[in-house]
Nanobody, 124 residues
Framework: QVQVVDSGGGLVQAGESLRLSCTAS????????MGWFRQAPGKDREGVSY????????IYADSVKGRFTISRDNAKKTLYLQMNSLKPDDTAMYYC?????????????????WGQGTQVTVSS
C-alpha cells in the first residue's frame, strides 16, 4: 500500500524559514520523480518544485526560485523542501506527490499518491 506523509509546516514570520518533509512507503521511491505543490484558499493548486529520481534535476516555480530548495534522501525515502525568506504570499497548504505521468512538471494531473498536506502560514 502506497503511503505518503507530509510534515514540517507551521506559523512563521516573514523572512523566516521552514523545512518540509515527505516520507513515503509502498513503492520504489528511488525510481520516482516527485514534486511539491501548494494551494491557497480560493486559488488553484500550484506547482512549487520538482526533482527527478536521482536528485540531479530540479525545477522551481519563478515565485520561489532562489528561496526554496528541493532535495531527497533515497536511502531514507524522504523528500524535503527547504523554504527560506518566506513571504506572506507563500501561505498555503503544501503537498508532495509522485509524478507518474509524462509531461509538464507542474501539471498536478500527472501526479498520484498525494500526501495529506501540511499548512504553512507566514505572517507579515
Amino acid at each position: 500500500q502506497v503511503q505518503v506523509v507530509d510534515s514540517g509546516g507551521g506559523l512563521v514570520q516573514a523572512g523566516e524559514s521552514l523545512r518540509l518533509s515527505c516520507t513515503a512507503s509502498g513503492w520504489r521511491f528511488d525510481a520516482s520523480s516527485m514534486g511539491w505543490f501548494r494551494q491557497a484558499p480560493g486559488k488553484d493548486r500550484e506547482g512549487v518544485s520538482y526533482i527527478n529520481s536521482d536528485g540531479r534535476v530540479t525545477i522551481y516555480a519563478d515565485s520561489v526560485k532562489g528561496r526554496f530548495t528541493i532535495s531527497r534522501d533515497n536511502a531514507k525515502k524522504t523528500l524535503y523542501l527547504q523554504m527560506n525568506s518566506l513571504k506572506p504570499d507563500d501561505t498555503a497548504m503544501y503537498y508532495c506527490a509522485v509524478k507518474t505521468g509524462s509531461g509538464t512538471w507542474n501539471d498536478h494531473n500527472l501526479y498520484d499518491y498525494w500526501g495529506q498536506g501540511t499548512q504553512v502560514t507566514v505572517s507579515s
